[in-house]
């Protein structure tokens, strides 16, 4: 019924940039509230940033200062940009739905960060 699609990760060097695009499309009126999660081998898939309907943005500490989402509503696009990456952020992101995730979850898109 939704199928979210992110792009635009790659390999980067530690204190690099890299943007990232989630395209959502299927059965929705609009984008609302979403966030962006991630993923790194053996571990849990944590929410690193979101942003309300209204625009508002949180961050989980590690990425506080970092990283910033917004969105495009009449694009039904979100974005993460990410600055001086760090090892620790290498995992495959994905997007969603912030609360009330959707069931399904994109394919991600792989960010590695080297030392």
């Known amino acids: 019924q939704v199928q979210l699609v992110e792009s635009g990760g790659g390999l980067v060097q530690a204190g690099g940039s890299l943007r990232l695009s989630c395209a959502v499309s299927g059965s929705i009126i609009s984008i609302n509230a979403m966030g962006w999660y991630r993923q790194a081998p053996g571990k849990q898939r944590e929410l690193v940033a979101a942003i309300t309907s209204g625009g508002i943005a949180n961050y989980v500490d590690s990425v506080k200062g970092r990283f910033t989402i917004s969105k495009n509503n009449a694009k039904n696009l979100v974005y993460l940009q990410m600055n001086s990456l760090k090892p620790e952020d290498t995992a495959v992101y994905y997007c969603?739905?912030?609360?009330?995730?959707?069931?399904?979850w994109g394919q991600g898109t792989q960010v590695t960060v080297s030392s």
């Open positions: 969603n739905r912030r609360p009330r995730e959707y069931d399904y």
